[in-house]
Structures are given as structure tokens and as C-alpha cells.
């Protein structure tokens, strides 16, 4: 058996799309487009290119772009009296503080200030919550991109098994609230699960959120398992000097056992720049006092 590739790179490029029409509705009713504010502290190349390439998409879908470059030797103080200009600018709708930040600035103090209705990241622990207890807020992005992929793959997920690999803030738990969400059957794995393998064999749905270059197996999963791959790592290629990126999962063994797979790159990764538009769009719709497309 080979496995269908999912390709999240056409699946957010369409949404782009659809959140780019919805823009002039946005436009005729108050005036003004949906802005994004994007702040980057410090000159770490890996962010710096986030940033370019959040601020390019976030203008190719018709919404205004404000980005703000602060010094590496930024104060607390300083970046914590720029988020509060920016949840009092009318113009802004989302506020994106890229991490990681430089060792001065407690990152945790800095998300708490952000007002959580400009929470795009859904970082916060307001939308934290939210999410917890089912209420309406903002989910992080690389999440809820998967989500998008999983139910545009499998319909309704009532019912599945699935098995989310790494607990983190950002990525692993708010998967897991998702899933329980859509009504799935929910295990949550990290680095003290006994036997990996056997957990992950269980599941219909297995979302790999880790940092561990290809370590999910084909061997693993269950035959027929649709599998999500956020891991994002470079490791050295074949030609020497080189580099490439691989993802969490060996895909060559998985796709021999997996019914579909998001590949790396093509796969997460460019949901997650296309669910910050929609977040923001929502943002927008929603503080504005209209219904947010969905
Ligand atoms: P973290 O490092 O914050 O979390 C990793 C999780 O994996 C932890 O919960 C950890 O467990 C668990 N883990 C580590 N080793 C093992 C192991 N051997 N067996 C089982 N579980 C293990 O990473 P993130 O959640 O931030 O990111 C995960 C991956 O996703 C990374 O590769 C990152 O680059 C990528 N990523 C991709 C994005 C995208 O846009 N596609 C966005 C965000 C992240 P424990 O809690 O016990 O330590």
C-alpha cells in the first residue's frame, strides 16, 4: 500500500483564497481592512524569515501588515509598553509576538499582556481555556491547521482513535483538545509513555508533534492510519555540507502502512501562516460585532 500525500501546501493555498474573498465584505462595512501587527525582537534568522513571510501573506490576502523590528537588547518594558499600544490601535486586530525572545524578556509575562480578543497565536492562557471548556477564542494555528486537514481528509472523526505524540503549549495539547473536540478518542504521548509503539498501533489518527527527526515508524501504526506529521527538523543531507528538512515521521516506512500522510515540507507547514490570516480575519469580524466567516 502507498499512502495518499495530503498536501497542505494546495489545501492553504485555497483557504487563503477563501479568506482573501471575504476581506472586501470586511472592507464595505467598516472602512478599514483587517490588520495584522507582527513583532520581532532581535535579528535570529529562523524568525526573521516567520516574520517576512507572515507579513507577505498576510498583505496577498488583501489585510493590512504592520510589522514592528525591535533591537536584540530590547527591555521587558519596552516591548510589554508596545503590545499595550497595540491592543489600544482600532486598526489592529492581531498581535503575533514572534517567539523565541531574547533571554531578558519573560516570554509568559509578554503573552499575558496581549488582549486575548488579539490573540491570534491563541497563546494566551485566556484562549487556553477557552478552548478547554469549548467556548469561542482563538486556537493555535499549527493545530488547528492540522485539524483543517484531518476533517477535509476524513469528514467527521467521531468516534477515532487518535493518538497526539508531544504535549506541548503550542502544539501537542491543543491538538489533543481538538481532537476531543471532534469527538475522538484522545491519547496524549510524550517522553515518559511506555512503549511508544504500541500506543501509537491503537490509533486511526496520529499526530506527531515531537522535534525527534523521523522516529514515528511504518512499523508502528495500525494499517490504514491517517497520519499528521508537524515535526519540522534539519538534519544533514546525502551531498556533503548540505542539509534537508525532515519531519518527525520516517514517511518512506509509514506511507507503506498509512492510508494518507501529510509530507515535510508541503504538508503543516504552510496551514499554519494560512490559519494566522483566518485567525486574524476572524479577529477582525468578530470586534467589528459581525459574524466571522468560518
Ligand atoms: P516541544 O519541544 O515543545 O515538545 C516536544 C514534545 O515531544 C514534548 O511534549 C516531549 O515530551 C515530546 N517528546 C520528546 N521526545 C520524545 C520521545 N522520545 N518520545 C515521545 N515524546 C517525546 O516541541 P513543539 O511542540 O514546539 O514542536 C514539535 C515539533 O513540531 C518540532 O519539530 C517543531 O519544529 C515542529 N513545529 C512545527 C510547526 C509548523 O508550523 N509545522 C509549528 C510548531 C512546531 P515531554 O513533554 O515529556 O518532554
Redesign the pocket.
Known sequence: MSAERIDGKAYAAGLRQRLAAAVPAFERATGRVPGLAVVLVGEDPASAVYVRSKGKATVEAGMASFEHKLPADTSEADLLALVDQLNRDATVDGILVQLPLPRQIDEQRVIAAIDPDKDVDGFHVANAGRLAVGQPGFVP??PL?CLMLLQDRLGDLSGMEAVV????????KPMAQLLLGANCTVTI?????RD?PAVVRRADIVVA????PE?VKGDWLKPGAVVID????RVPAAEEGKTRLV??VDYASAAEVASAITPVPGG??P??IAVLLRNTLVAAFRRAGLAAPE
Do not use: E, P
Open positions: 494555528c499549527t491547521g505524540i508531544g504535549r506541548s503549549n503550542i502544539v501537542g504521548a510524550h517522553s515518559r509513555t511508544l508533534a515531537v522535534g525527534r522516529m508537524v515535526g519540522i527538523n519531519g518527525d503543516v507547514g496551514m499554519t
